[in-house]
C-alpha cells in the first residue's frame, strides 16, 4: 500500500511537470510551483510523522 501510494504521488507530480506546467504562463507558473512546493512539504512531514514515526516500547509490533 505504502509502495502504490508512492508511486501515485511520483505519477501526480511528473504530470504537474510535464503537462500542467506547459500550459500556464509566468506568474501562474510561479504560483503553481510554490503550490506544489508547499504541498510537498506538508506531504513529507506527514509521511515522517505517521509513517516513519518511532515505536514507543509499550506498542506491539
Known amino acids: 500500500m505504502r509502495w502504490g501510494s508512492l508511486a501515485f504521488l511520483v505519477l501526480t507530480i511528473g504530470k504537474v511537470f510535464l503537462h ?3 500550459e500556464l504562463e509566468d506568474l501562474y507558473r510561479v504560483a503553481s510551483l ?3 512546493a ?3 512539504i506538508l506531504v513529507s512531514v506527514a509521511y515522517q510523522r505517521f509513517v516513519f514515526r518511532k515505536r514507543s516500547s509499550g506498542e506491539e509490533t
Open 34 to 36: 510554490v503550490g506544489l
Open 20 to 22: 500542467d506546467l506547459g
Open 38 to 40: 508547499l504541498s510537498l
